[in-house]
């Protein structure tokens, strides 16, 4: 198993950048992507971005591209969000999830999440 860990959240005005980081430990030889997801309060959980482990493919919700920026470390076994230009409305708890192959992301790992809190 594998288990993914948030960090870098914070508070920042709008316009402003933040980096979250999602370190995974345990079977990290058998993940197949990393993804970020965001939680605002009275809302679903959405997705924000993905990388695939091995060949660096990435993807983003239409809402972020242009200004997020999802990349890996393999060395360090740890994926990075690079957010610029936040807006208050993405305030959100952002988690970051790790499967071992194509299933569904809520059966892959997640970690407990870090907060983000865009001020306008």
């Known amino acids: 198993q594998v288990q993914p860990v948030e960090s870098g959240g914070g508070s920042v005005q709008a316009g402003g950048s933040l980096k979250l980081s999602c370190a995974a430990s345990?079977?990290?030889?058998?993940?197949?992507?990393i993804g970020w997801f965001r939680q605002a309060p009275g809302k679903e959980r959405e997705f924000v971005a993905a990388?695939?482990?091995?060949?660096?493919?990435?993807n983003y919700a239409d809402s972020v591209k242009g200004r997020f920026t999802i990349s890996r470390e393999n060395a360090k076994n740890t994926v990075y969000l690079f957010m610029n230009d936040l807006r208050p409305e993405e305030t959100a708890v952002y988690y970051c999830a790790a499967r071992t192959s194509s299933v569904t992301w809520a059966a892959g790992s997640w970690g407990q999440g870090t907060q983000v809190t865009v001020s306008s």
């Open positions: 990388i695939r482990w091995g060949a660096g493919w990435t």
């Open positions: 345990g079977r990290t030889f058998s993940i197949y992507d």
